[in-house]
């Protein structure tokens, strides 16, 4: 193979560590925090229904 980044060992590791350390930074920092409120608009109604279910 030509591949130079070499996935488990090497700069592809460093790549793939770094990329899943700042989609976590992103999504603590910036989904979370700004979004929070719409996603539970938006999943309410299921919520309701999980718990209606879950009563009986």
């Not at 999504?27 to 209606?52: E, G, H, M």
Request: hydrophobic share 40%; with cysteine.
């Amino acid at each position: 193979n030509n591949c130079t980044l070499e996935w488990c060992d090497g700069y592809g590791m460093l790549l793939i560590l770094v990329g899943i350390t700042y989609l976590g930074l992103i999504y603590y920092y910036v989904i979370k925090r700004y979004c929070t409120n719409q996603i539970k608009i938006i999943f309410s109604p299921l919520t309701d229904c999980l718990a209606c279910i879950r009563q009986r």
